[in-house]
């Protein structure tokens, strides 16, 4: 089934062919049953061996992304100073630590 332009309502494709357009997507080229209008179709994971809910969990990801830029977008990054007790630092006459 594919919607035909001529006919404004979906129907059966004759004689339909697997094709693959230029970006590696898979379709379906036919011809309408009633008016003879070529109709195109693009077709969904079946065709291309992936395993099922695969659209579904890469829909879930994107979601979650989205979330978390939104939530992340209007805070200030944070910085962290961090300290060694190597010899980075050397101990001067009053006790305290100076560079």
Same mark, same amino acid.
């Given at each position: 089934? $594919?919607? @035909?332009?001529?006919? /404004?309502? %979906?129907?059966?494709?004759?004689?339909?062919? $697997?094709?693959?357009? &230029? /970006? %590696?997507? /898979? !379709?379906l080229? +036919?011809? @309408?049953?009633? @008016? *003879?209008? *070529?109709?195109?179709?693009?077709?969904g994971?079946? @065709?291309?061996?992936? #395993?099922? &809910?695969?659209?579904?969990?890469?829909?879930?990801?994107?979601?979650?992304?989205?979330?978390?830029? %939104?939530?992340?977008? +209007?805070? !200030? #990054?944070?910085?962290? !100073?961090?300290?060694?007790?190597?010899?980075d630092?050397?101990? &001067?006459?009053? +006790? &305290?630590?100076?560079?």
């Amino acid at each position: 089934m $594919a919607y @035909c332009t001529k006919c /404004n309502v %979906k129907r059966l494709m004759v004689e339909p062919e $697997a094709v693959q357009v &230029g /970006n %590696k997507k /898979n !379709a379906l080229r +036919g011809e @309408c049953g009633e @008016c *003879g209008c *070529g109709l195109f179709k693009f077709v969904g994971s079946e @065709c291309l061996d992936r #395993p099922k &809910g695969y659209y579904v969990a890469l829909a879930r990801e994107r979601r979650l992304e989205a979330r978390k830029a %939104k939530l992340l977008d +209007g805070v !200030a #990054p944070i910085r962290a !100073a961090y300290w060694s007790d190597e010899s980075d630092f050397e101990e &001067g006459e009053s +006790g &305290g630590a100076k560079r």
